[in-house]
């Protein structure tokens, strides 16, 4: 059997357990031992997904996308399907990005803590889990028209490219035998999920059916006495019942289960004069400090563009953006409307005021970083949750994308 089912619990919801089994089928054809761990606590850290062969880790987060997908490493991510309906992935949670990034660093640190639990001291030594390797995969595929911008950190495919990427990819200090890697899900407390490596292999792998026995014996205790009224001929029934009408390549949404944490926000109160009777309304003020670095052909070099902070007034929207040149020309960076794009969750349009913007045209020579600000001449919508800040062009080749959460909005 090339790939082996295990779980911390059996997925609640149905379109996790589809997942498992459309993933756990399309890797039974491969030679290689895949083993899918599904489900699982890590140090109070609940972890979707996590795919190991001997010579790779994969850590997963995987979300079904029926439509345009727009995220980066900050702020929210969203959906906009073919009705034009914008949702948001993850609401009141982390966002993809952040999610697989938490998955990654709590389990390859508690593995590695374990080496030599399952390895002698000359093996450990040669392996490090933190060359595993972390992806966003949305499925069923990446739309076309969808902007997602993340760095060196995070994979980003499609669930068509999926088994490829799987096939060939290796993370470059891991080289377990098969003995080794079995010991994976073991020291993490899962359970194979007989039903389902029935259903993809037609035969319980020896190593699970082992396991199984030790726990009937009371060599391993079970931690969770319902595991084996979950797994019971009706669940199996549904299973086949999927895979027969292909609703089995259905995916599932991350439930991490721990607390969401906040966005970073900072709210501003500047000084009113005392002979203002009424105050006007408070700026807020979204701290965003993210930067895209990208080599650039107008500066013979790379270019970092940062969008630091972005400020609502009552009556405009005001963004300052730094600029630095790593390259040996001079670059320009027009702030205007032709250049940069914003627009809301719900499909709102917000247009730069280049007349307004200081400087019209950010301008950096060599080695040089320099910063401006652009203006909206109108206020944000009230029912807006997200921006999306795009750079068209210059000091870039193409298009760009910044996503931020309106502060104290939800």
């Known amino acids: 059997m090339a790939v082996q089912v295990w779980v911390g619990e059996i997925p609640e919801h149905p379109q996790e357990r589809e997942a498992i089994v459309a993933l756990a089928q399309g890797l039974a054809r491969l030679d290689d031992l895949y083993l899918i761990l599904a489900n ?10 996590a795919i190991f062969k001997r010579n790779a880790g994969f850590v997963i987060e995987l979300k079904h996308c029926d439509g345009r997908v727009i995220g980066g490493v900050n702020g929210k991510w969203q959906v906009v399907d073919a009705n034009g309906e914008v949702h948001i992935i993850n609401p009141g949670r982390r966002n993809p990005y952040n999610q697989v990034i938490s998955y990654f660093y709590r389990l390859s640190n508690f593995l590695n803590q374990h080496r030599t639990d399952f390895l002698s001291e000359h093996r450990a030594a040669e392996v490090d889990f933190r060359t595993c390797k972390r992806l966003v995969v949305i499925a069923p595929s990446i ?5 997602i911008v993340l760095d060196w950190k995070v994979d980003l495919k499609g669930l068509d490219e999926l088994p490829t990427y799987l096939v060939t990819a290796v993370s470059s200090e891991i080289n377990l035998s098969e003995e080794e890697l079995l010991a994976i899900p073991r020291l993490l407390r899962c359970e194979p999920w007989h039903d389902v490596n029935l259903l993809v292999g037609g035969e319980v792998p020896a190593e699970a059916a082992t396991f199984e026995r030790e726990r009937q014996d009371g060599k391993i205790p079970s931690k969770r006495p319902a595991f084996r009224l979950l797994r019971n001929g009706l669940l199996a029934l549904a299973l086949i019942l999927l895979a027969v009408t292909g609703l089995a390549s259905g995916l599932f949404s991350s439930s991490s ?5 906040q966005p970073t926000v900072t709210v501003v109160f500047p000084p009113t004069p005392n002979s203002r009777p009424i105050p006007p309304p408070t700026p807020q003020v979204a701290q965003v400090e993210q930067a895209i670095a990208r080599k650039s052909a107008f500066a013979d070099g790379e270019v970092v563009v940062t969008l630091r902070w972005v400020a609502f007034s ?3 929207i005001t963004l300052t953006w730094a600029l630095e040149n790593r390259g040996l020309r001079s670059v320009r960076f027009p702030l205007n409307s032709k250049n940069v794009t914003i627009n809301d969750n719900i499909l709102n349009s917000y247009l ?6 200081r400087p019209a045209v950010l301008v950096a020579r060599p080695g040089e970083r320099v910063e401006g600000t652009c203006t909206v ?3 944000i919508s009230p029912d807006a949750i997200t921006l999306t800040v795009r750079v068209l062009g210059e000091p ?3 298009k760009h994308v910044w996503i931020l959460n309106v502060p ?3």
């Open 377 to 379: 001449p109108r206020p």
């Open 314 to 316: 009552g009556d405009r």
């Open 40 to 49: 699982f606590t890590v140090g109070g850290q609940a972890v979707d997904l």
């Open 352 to 357: 730069v005021d280049g007349s307004l913007s």
């Open 257 to 261: 289960g721990e607390p969401p944490p």
């Open 143 to 147: 739309h076309p028209e969808s902007e």
């Open 408 to 410: 104290g909005r939800e």
């Open 396 to 398: 870039f080749e193409e």
